[in-house]
């Protein structure tokens, strides 16, 4: 499987908490970041700078940010690359009014956002595809001056809740544009869960041929409980960063029926079961999994947290 190393990059306190019906305070949300980042978790979204009256759960960004970025000793490396050490903490930003809002937090890293399909991008961020490019083409050089790093985020790639099919051409097309216009990484969505693994090498081996594989990421919502087997395929083609959400918590607000992306500590099981190293302690892991259950105050649909890290007895 060429290098053994998988990079696990956690959204649950962003795309998970995104989708909780209530408010959980600040203090709380910094208590999941602790127990995430003690289990060896070292990429992860921290919030959303986007109009608190769209996702009022993530109204608090700038508290948040303010409150932990002192403490998280983050990295600050190269905007063009991925951090190489240290914690690394990212927000969304829709536009320059996010953009304001992240660099005046002190944020490494910011993700850009926008869907294959028209009627997602129209339904999420209030306009076109082209139109949302063109934000994006002016927040992007801003943000690389201020050595933020971008990272970039393709939704409905493998189907739209509202045109259902999306063509691959025209889903890779869009993040082409993506690296074209500096994203160090595309993180493609399967927004709604509705991949399988056949249509994931597909997706992946068009990506390949337009972007180097170390800018490929995959963000899979487990809605149909294919996103293991699809990261099974991306795997076998080399793809090595994956987006989880601990607990399996979460959703997107604009996408009817998404369930949460796959679960941080299922995907961590699977990974070490297959011998990918990820420098994550399942134990602690699934602690911070219990955390985030407690915190949302119902259960969550990770399979692992629930049933414990199985350790085959040697005899
Ligand atoms: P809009 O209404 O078109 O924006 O929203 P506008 O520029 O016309 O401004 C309207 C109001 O919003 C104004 O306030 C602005 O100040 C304010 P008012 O004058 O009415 O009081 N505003 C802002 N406030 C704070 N921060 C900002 C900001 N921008 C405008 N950055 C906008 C456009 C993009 C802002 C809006 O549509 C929005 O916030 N959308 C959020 C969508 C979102 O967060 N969706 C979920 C995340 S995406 C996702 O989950 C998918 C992903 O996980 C991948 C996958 O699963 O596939 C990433
Ligand atoms: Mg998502």
Not at 238 to 247: K, L, Q
Request: overall charge negative; glycine content about 12%; hydrophobic content about 45%.
């Amino acid at each position: 499987m060429g290098s053994e190393l998988v990079t696990v990059y956690e959204v649950g306190l962003r795309d998970g908490l995104q989708n909780e019906k209530g408010f959980i305070p600040t203090e709380q949300k910094r208590e999941l970041l602790d127990a995430l980042v003690g289990a060896g978790l070292c990429r992860l979204e921290l919030t959303s700078f986007v109009s608190p009256k769209w996702v009022p759960q993530l109204a608090d960004a700038e508290a948040f940010a303010r409150l932990v970025l002192p403490a998280a000793g983050y990295s600050v490396a190269s905007p063009s690359g991925p951090a190489t050490d240290g914690v690394s903490l990212s927000a969304l930003v829709p536009n320059g009014m996010g953009l304001e809002r992240a660099l005046a937090c002190g944020l490494p890293e910011i993700a850009v956002f926008l869907s294959a399909s028209e009627t997602h991008t129209q339904k999420n961020i209030n306009k076109s595809i082209d139109r949302a490019l063109g934000v994006i083409e002016e927040l992007i050089p801003p943000a690389l001056a201020a050595g933020v790093r971008v990272r970039g985020y393709v939704s409905t790639v493998w189907g739209c809740p509202y045109e259902g099919t999306v063509d691959p051409a025209r889903a890779i097309a869009v993040a082409a544009r993506l690296a074209e216009l500096g994203c160090y990484q595309i993180s493609l969505g399967d927004t709604i869960g509705v991949g399988n693994p056949r249509q994931t090498r597909e997706i992946v081996r068009r990506a390949l041929d337009v972007m180097p594989l170390e800018s490929i990421a995959l963000h899979l919502h487990d809605t149909r409980g294919t996103a293991l087997a699809n990261i099974l395929a991306a795997l076998d083609l080399g793809v090595r960063v994956f987006d989880s959400s601990i607990g399996g918590m979460g959703g997107c607000p604009y996408a009817p029926g998404a369930a949460g992306n796959v679960a941080t500590e299922d995907l961590v099981y699977m990974l070490a079961g297959i011998g990918l190293e990820t420098g994550i302690d399942l134990e602690k892991l699934i602690e911070a999994a219990n955390v985030a259950e407690r915190l949302v105050g119902h259960p969550l649909p990770g399979k692992v947290h629930r049933a414990g890290a199985f350790r085959p007895r040697v005899a």
